[in-house]
Each structure stands twice: as C-alpha cells, then as structure tokens.
C-alpha cells in the first residue's frame, strides 16, 4: 500500500487541471472560475430557451401560483401578479446577465469588483445559504412525486404506516422517495454545465406533458375552469396581497436573476440569452401558474374539499378519489414523472451549477462546481425543508423572505457594473489577491457596497419580523406592507445609495479595462506573428501569463 506524504495527499485532493491548461489552482481561480473559453460556449438562442423552460416550467411556478389563491387573490389577480412578476424577473435576467455574455464570468467572479476581492466571501456564503434552502425544498418535493410515483405502481405505498413524529411534518414514505430522488440526482451533478442542452430539453417534455395531462383532466371533467376560477378574492386588501404575490414571483427567481451571469458565460454569441431572458421566461413561469391556477380551481370542483395548490398532492388526491383503478394509476405515475423530471433539472440548473460555483469560489483548489453540488445536497437536505413548506403562508413567507437579502445584493451589483464602471472590467485582476489588483480596495474590502446592502435591506426587515409572526396590526402595519414590496424597495435603494457612495468616494480604476490574460483577448492572441515568435509562442496562441497571487 503507498504511503503518501502530506503534500502529496493535499495535491491529489486538489480540483482537477485541464491538459495544456493556461491557469493553475489558486485561491482566487480554478477551471470553473475563470472566463468561459470559446471552444466551452456551447450554448446559442435554443439553448436558454430551454433553460428558461425548465427554470420557469416548475412546481415552484405551479404552486406559487396556485398558494396566490390561498393568501386570499382571486385567479383572474393571482395571474396578474404571476404575468407581471414575471417579466420583472425576466428585465432583472438580462441585466443581470449582461457580465456573462461580454466578461464570460459568473457570479462568483463578477461579485469581487462591487465587493472588494476578501469582502466578495459575504454575498457569495449568502446566495450559498439561500441555493441550499432552495435545494432542500426543491429535492423534498422531488422525493414527494417519487413517493406518489411509486404509489401509483404499488397503492399500498402511499397507505404505508408513519414511523415519523407529526410534529416533523414528514411522512416515512415521502422520506423513502427522497432517498430514491437524491439516488437519481447524484449522477446528475456530474454532468458539465455545457452539456445540459438535451437534459433540460427531454425534461421539459416530461413535464409539459404532466402539466397540459392535468389541465385536460381537469377541464374536461368540470366542465371548464370551475367556480373557484370565477369566485372573487378574499383578501383584506387586494393592492397589497397583488404586490405580496409579485414580491413572491420576484422571491422566488431572484437569486436565479442575480447569478444569470453563472449561465450567460457560456454563450456562443453576445445577445443570445437576451431573447430567451424577456420572451420565455416570463411566458413560461405565467403559463405554468396559470395552468396550475386553473387546474387547483377545476379538481376544487371536481373532488371538492380544501383548496389543492400543491400538484404532487392533487395527483396522489385523484388517485384516491378514483379507488386506484387501473387506468387513473397509469395516468398517475406518468404525471409523476413529469414532475420527477422537472425537480431534477430545476436543481441542477437553479441550485447545483450556481451553489456549486459560489462554493468554489470560497476555496477554489479544493472545491469545483462538481464537489460544490455535493456540499449543496448535504446541507439543503439538513435544512428540514418539510418544516418550511408544510403550509401555504409558510410557503410564501420563506419565499419573500429570500428577497430582503438579494434584492440590496441585485441593486448595488447593477449600479457598479452599468452604471459606475460602465461594463468596463480589468479581467486579471478578479484574479489577483493582493493590492496590486484594482478589486483590492482597502484590505480586500468595498466598504460601499457594505453599506448599499445594509440600506437596502434594514427597512425591510421589520416588516420580515412582522409578516412572519402575524404583526399585522397597529404600528406593525406599515412596516408589512413595505416588506410587500420588497425586492423593489431593496433593490432600487441599494442601487442609489451604491451610486451616490460612488459618486462622493469614487474608486480607483474605473473606466480601466483589460483581458484576462496579457496578450489573449476572447481566447485569441491579439500579437502578430513577429510579436509572438519573439516571446515564443509561435503556435500556442493559448500560452498565458497565469495569475497565481495566493
């Protein structure tokens, strides 16, 4: 058996080099971290329609429509919320991404020019926690549809006896399922992000046909839309529960907007994403809460009972009110495995590629986007996500809540790239740990974006408080129904307050620009072949000066 030195172990653990590679594992870069290099942009127009097709054709879509009905909007006013949040999510994906498509950077990168490059670690741990929280409850809705599934195979299954606590909000076989569900994901993670053009496509279908199986279902057994669909809305006052419902939409694709940088990076073309950003992503996230808003008014009619937003819920409800024949069984499991699908591609493309990247970007030498995903699971799944989404106030409150933190990240991101340093990046020194990099500022840190982030998020966290534990009276009044708005007031203070800091204590280097790596701009050498020769590197264009500062 080897005996291995020290050293040597701690090289072996390091993430793996590519062949001929022109960087090298640092503290600041490894191969996920550093611009997308040509022959690795694999992805043009259909390619991010698909990845809007998935982000936005989910449960989470589904259900948050739906649970709009719960808090109390009619669905004519839950659609309208959902249309319009949408398309605000959509506007927020495009300049959001714009880093990406020009710089081929992601998040994790992008956050150390506004941060500082030490200071970049606080956004990049937060929108960590909150991937992990997303993961764990997107995974225990995964292992819900696994568990009705299965149930629809064997019906015994979904009658099998709770060995679990009621307190614990969590069913034995609904545990069994997301052992089954994490089993298929795993393998998941190990597929590059450029590859995942097909995966995305293939679990569209499945879930497209889950979705429009239900609406027909649905429809054509009430004979229409149902009398839900036209009741109106019980909310105590209707301005605020429709603002409520956009600042859901916004909660919800909000960390997905902020690091639409992680996916834009791998476009063949500048522009490509932006069609798929304003067309599709709205489109698809109305269309599918839309169905699911017709779909819960319809089966309310049918099977009658309480109000059934959730779509895994409503499948395992109908097998039961059809006495698990044959026929509804068949119906049930391919359903299920639409929404099966849909759960595995909406965590790899929401949660496992973006945590995984931010992770590396905490300790690049040991943790690439393939390790990151795996320290993702462990953790979502840690989080007890069938505490968080037992019910539909709890549902919706977790969801805004993720908005008080990345709606002030969003805004001070958006003034220091369009507006301070006007899409003008020196790329090497996102690379460069010491004073010498333009991103160092005073001790690694950007005090000025410390201080946008805190004024973009204390005035909503009163009302966070309140909305939470039901202050909805007397002084707490006001403060809730700020917090409504949430990811528009954070955003749009933090993004002033960043560019008035800017303006009074301006930075240095503003308005430089530089590549990568000297001499290579966009993966190809800019000297001639005199200039080349004489540095030797006549046929390797490639050849770079790596930035190895620890």
């Known amino acids: ?33 550093i611009p997308i290099p040509p022959e690795r942009r694999t992805y043009g127009v259909w390619s991010y329609f698909g990845y809007w097709t998935v982000s936005g054709s989910c449960i989470s879509a589904w259900s948050t429509g739906s649970t709009l009905l719960s808090f109390g909007l009619s669905p004519q006013q839950a659609i309208g919320a959902v249309v319009l949040g949408g398309f605000l999510s ?46 764990g409850m997107q995974a225990f809705w995964g292992g819900q549809a696994t568990r009705v599934m299965i149930g629809a195979i064997i019906p015994g299954f979904a009658h099998m006896k709770n060995y679990f606590a009621e307190s614990s909000h969590l069913q034995t076989n609904d545990f069994i399922g997301l052992v089954i569900w994490m089993c298929g994901f795993i393998p998941a993670v190990l597929i590059r992000p450029e590859k995942l053009q097909i995966p995305f496509f293939g679990c569209f279908v499945l879930f497209c046909g889950s979705c429009f199986g239900m609406l ?3 429809v054509s057994q009430a004979d229409g839309p149902g ?22 939409i916004l909660g919800s694709w909000g960390s997905g907007t902020l690091g ?9 073309r500048r522009y490509a994403p932006t069609l798929s950003q304003l067309v599709a992503c709205p489109l698809t996230i109305a269309i599918t809460a839309t169905i699911g808003i017709i779909v819960t008014s319809a089966s309310n009619k049918i099977m009658g009972g309480d109000i059934q937003w959730n779509p895994i819920y409503l499948l395992a409800d109908i097998q039961e009110y059809y006495h698990s024949s044959p026929r509804v069984r068949a119906g049930v499991f391919f359903a299920s495995l639409g929404l099966v699908a849909s759960q595995f591609s909406i965590s790899v493309v929401l949660n496992s590629v973006s945590c995984g990247m931010d992770l590396a970007g905490l300790w690049p030498k040991y943790i690439n986007i393939r390790r990151g995903g795996y320290v993702m699971a462990v953790i979502g799944i840690a989080t007890q996500p069938w505490q968080l989404i037992s019910t539909a106030d709890k549902f919706l409150s977790v969801l805004s809540g993720f908005g008080v933190f990345m709606a002030p990240a969003t805004g001070l991101m958006l003034a220091d790239y369009h507006i301070i340093r006007r899409h003008r990046l020196k790329l ?20 000025r974006a410390f201080a946008a982030f805190t004024a973009g998020m204390w005035p909503l966290l009163p009302g966070l408080a309140g909305n939470v534990n039901g202050w909805d009276d007397g002084q707490w009044v006001g ?3 700020l917090y409504n708005l949430t990811f528009l007031v954070g955003l749009a203070i933090s993004f002033l307050v960043m560019w008035v800091l800017n303006y009074f204590f301006p930075v240095d280097g503003v308005g430089v620009e530089g590549p990568f790596i000297e001499g290579v ?4 050498s800019n000297k001639s072949d005199e200039e080349a020769a004489e540095a030797g590197e006549v046929g390797n264009e490639k050849k770079r000066e790596v930035v190895s500062v620890a």
């Open 90 to 135: 959509g506007l927020l994906a495009v300049f959001c991404g714009w880093m990406g498509e020009v710089h081929h950077i992601g998040f994790t990168v992008s956050s150390r020019f506004s941060w500082g490059m030490r200071g970049s670690y606080f956004p990049v741990i937060l929108r960590t926690f909150v991937s992990c929280m997303w993961f």
């Open 521 to 524: 701009i966009d993966g190809v």
């Open 216 to 218: 027909i279902w649905a």
């Open 479 to 481: 403060w809730v129904r």
């Open 1 to 33: 058996m080897p005996s291995w030195s020290w050293p040597e172990i701690k090289q072996r653990l390091q993430c793996p080099v590519d062949e001929d590679a022109d960087y090298e594992n640092t503290t600041w870069c490894n191969r996920d971290l």
């Open 260 to 268: 639409q940088s992680d996916w834009a990076r791998y476009s063949k």
């Open 227 to 248: 009398n839900l669909f036209h009741q109106p809305g019980s909310a105590p006052n209707t301005g605020w529960a429709f603002m409520f419902g956009i600042t859901a």
């Open 428 to 447: 090497s020194d996102l690379y460069r740990g010491d004073s010498n990099s333009l991103y160092w500022f005073r001790s690694g840190v950007n005090w």
